[in-house]
């Protein structure tokens, strides 16, 4: 335990001081979140997702606890992309806070336009791309679902990006292979990728015998879905050995991040443990540093991806 | 009416804490959970709320419960106590009630914005429907400090799911209780009384903190007679800090628009005229940002 560890981790080319981040969603735009530990000593914010005009999100109820795991349904109400550069990234810069912008669009035209309209905004460590979010033009789809429509949102983002600043495309766990959509954000230019995002689920209401959540279906997060998460990086891993990646999914202890970064994350997101404590993200950098120490590694950098090593046998 | 700010202490908390069970009693279909939570008392205003992690680690249950302060004492041997009144109605309130003393805590607050008072010493009138009325103690003693006179209305179904009207007894100049059985008091609403209690003693501002159709009455009230209404709205929350965006209401802003607001951090208490309680549950067609057409799947 006495060693101390090399806590930095680098998502592309976003150099970052620890590799415990937000995850979108979970934690606003990183203020709320700053009452209960200091957010400019974890990896970055990753903000809420943002779209390019203010959205009033679904009706309530909004949210069903499920066992280890939460639904939610909130239909990505937020400000719009100009008071959010106006009020959150302007409190995340002066605050000294590495930030992860989320960029979510109807359609690759929105993907497009907010990709453009953040493009010199200064202090924007990188740009992950929610595609795993509804979708009009396809009817319900999200583009994370179909290699084709991922690749066009991830290349229009691309496009409209600074070279200096890397993008990463969100996936979605509900598609037969993650490897493939993975390939296909990768062939577009992203320069890492973001997995996973929640998986649909329901739950009814056996008192009113109806769909438990307004918005009927919803993502499912928190530690149910872990196995699932972790089975995704180590598959995506696996295929794009040299492409960066920033795992997610029901992490809630040091351990539990110390999974992600032995099947393949760089770095990862604090989601929905957020909401069971508050000061999660700061606590598990802790937790991950003592875990790692114990296990004689020098850095996370050394325990990215370890669990893929072959087993030498003298 | 002229009504204060809310005052700064909101904005000091919350803190995050490790509280200590000291003693869980039944009141009624309730019971009142009272644990030392070091130096939150001193920061609790009448409104505020605790949310507080169930089923001990590691548990399945991954979301906080949020029950409003019903007491506080700051002279507590272990630093200041903190009671509040839980239903026990499913697994994680069931844990809450099964603690015994000296269990661990793990406890956030206080949280939200608490209820304004008016600023010059005018009549109120409290009320409160089932466990809801829990915080309106703290606060009917906080207006008679201020020289208000308090009346209180306590409704529920029936007597037993009635909270505090012993305490009421003691605090408020006149009590009325209804229940809709008419197991104890008048049969009815609290708004088929409220009224009368208006017009006997000169209320201008009702506090109201229980379901949403009981505030939505009252802040109709209120607003036909052209006084103030407070109301602690009780929204499903999943953190209880301002992250989730699940505990939204359509809230009408000083600016006029319509949001869905969070009651966990703009609330949970509201003027009774800036919700649109017909609304709870829905997204209004002139909120900003309302979809121009419904579709998609659930995502954050």
Not at chain 1, 234 to 242: D, I, K, M, S, T
Not at chain 1, 254 to 265: I, S, V
Not at chain 2, 94 to 108: F, N, P
């Amino acid at each position: 335990m006495s060693n101390v560890v090399d806590m930095r981790a680098q998502l592309a080319s976003a150099a970052l001081p620890s590799p415990v981040l937000t995850a979108s969603g979970c934690a606003a735009a990183g203020r709320e979140l700053d009452r209960f530990f200091d957010v400019t000593a974890i990896g970055a914010v990753v903000t809420k997702s943002i779209m390019a005009s203010p959205r009033s999100g679904r009706p309530t109820p909004r949210m069903a606890e499920t066992p280890a795991g939460m639904l939610n349904s909130i239909g990505l109400q937020g400000p719009g992309v100009e008071e959010f550069i106006r009020k959150d990234l302007r409190w995340l810069r002066e605050r000294g806070a590495r930030t992860v912008v989320s960029i979510a669009g109807g359609s690759v035209n929105e993907f497009a336009e907010l990709a453009n309209r953040l493009r010199h905004e200064e202090g924007i460590s990188a740009i992950e791309v929610n595609i795993s979010c509804p979708n009009v033009e396809s009817r319900g789809q999200v583009f994370a679902c179909d290699a084709r429509a991922a690749g066009s949102v991830i290349h229009a983002v691309r496009r409209h990006t600074s070279a200096l600043t890397p993008i990463f495309a969100k996936l979605s766990p509900d598609v037969t292979d993650i490897a493939d959509i993975a390939r296909a954000c990768v062939t577009a230019g992203a320069d890492g990728l973001s997995m996973i995002n929640t998986t649909l689920g329901m739950v009814i209401d056996t008192d009113t015998m109806r769909p438990a959540l307004a918005g009927i279906t919803g993502g499912l997060s928190g530690p149910a879905i872990r196995p699932m998460a972790v089975r995704c990086v180590w598959q995506v891993r696996q295929a794009l050995p040299e492409v960066p990646i920033l795992g997610m999914g029901g992490i809630a202890t040091g351990l539990d991040a110390l999974q992600f970064l032995l099947a393949g994350a760089n770095a990862v997101s604090v989601g929905t443990a957020v909401f069971n404590d508050p000061s999660a993200p700061w606590r598990i950098h802790n937790e991950l540093a003592a875990a790692l120490a114990d296990r004689g590694f020098r850095s996370v950098a050394d325990a990215v991806g370890y669990a893929h090593r072959e087993e030498v046998t003298i | 009416m002229s009504m204060m700010g809310r005052g700064s202490k909101a904005d000091v908390g919350p803190l995050q804490v490790r509280g200590e069970v000291l003693a869980v009693r039944r009141s009624g279909d309730y019971h009142v959970l009272v644990f030392a939570a070091p130096g939150v008392a001193e920061l609790t205003a009448p409104g505020n709320f605790v949310a507080i992690a169930v089923g001990g680690q590691p548990t399945a249950m991954l979301l906080r419960r949020c029950f409003s302060i019903h007491h506080v004492d700051t002279a507590g041997a272990l630093g200041g106590t903190v009671e509040i009144v839980v239903d026990a109605h499913g697994p994680g309130t069931k844990w809450l009630v099964d603690r015994v003393q000296g269990d661990a805590l793990d406890v956030i607050a206080p949280l939200g914005r608490p209820f304004s008072l008016p600023k010059d010493p005018v009549p109120c009138v409290l009320v409160g429907g089932g466990y809801g009325s829990a915080p309106l103690f703290m606060l009917a003693d906080r207006l008679r400090e201020r020289g208000c006179r308090v009346d209180m209305i306590l409704g529920a179904a029936t007597e037993s799911r009635l909270f505090g009207v012993v305490d009421g007894r003691r605090r408020a100049s006149t009590l009325t209780i209804t229940t809709d059985d008419g197991s104890l008091g008048t049969r009815g609403r609290v708004t088929d009384v409220l009224g009368g209690i208006l017009d006997q003693h000169g209320g201008q501002v009702i506090y109201g903190c229980g379901p949403m159709g009981m505030l939505a009455g009252l802040a109709e009230v209120a607003s036909q007679r052209g006084i103030v209404s407070q109301c602690a709205v009780e929204e499903a929350m999943a953190c209880g800090v301002g992250v989730c965006m699940t505990c939204v209401l359509p809230v009408v802003g000083s600016d006029g628009v319509t949001r869905m607001t969070r009651s966990c951090t703009d609330g949970p208490v509201f003027f009774g005229d800036q919700v649109r309680w017909d609304e709870v549950g829905t997204v209004p067609a002139d909120c900003l940002g309302a979809p121009v057409v419904e579709g998609g799947a659930g995502t954050r």
